[in-house]
């Protein structure tokens, strides 16, 4: 069964700094495709960051140039590196993948940009 776990999360002033894990169960995990959400309260949850099997990434335009997602495929882990972090940047944080047509979500972890 694959699982997967964020960790990370937390309260940080405008301007500063986060680095979110998602560690993944299954021993798949250097096949996999990975991104990052994020669902704000009242929003939609949107695509924040993937990256391929090979390494390959993409950015939603919001976080470009502050954000960067990479991967250690031997520790198993897809890691969110979180720059120059907005109020608006505010959002519970999900892993994701996707394997055999179904997807896998972790619970989340919290992130608060507020002063």
């Known amino acids: 069964q694959l699982q997967l776990v964020e960790s990370g999360g937390g309260l940080v002033q405008p301007g500063g700094s986060l680095r979110l894990s998602c560690a993944a169960s299954?021993?798949?995990?250097?096949?996999?495709?990975m991104g990052w959400y994020r669902q704000a309260p009242g929003n939609q949850r949107d695509l924040v960051a993937t990256?391929?099997?090979?390494?390959?990434?993409n950015y939603a335009d919001s976080v470009k140039g502050r954000f960067t997602i990479s991967r250690d495929n031997a520790r198993d882990t897809v890691y969110l590196q979180m720059n120059s972090l907005k109020p608006e940047d505010t959002a519970v944080y999900y892993c994701?993948?996707?394997?055999?047509?179904?997807?896998?979500w972790g619970k989340g972890t919290l992130v608060t940009v507020s002063s």
């Open positions: 994701h993948t996707r394997r055999w047509s179904m997807d896998y």
């Open positions: 299954g021993n798949i995990f250097s096949i996999l495709d």
């Open positions: 990256i391929s099997n090979g390494g390959s990434t």
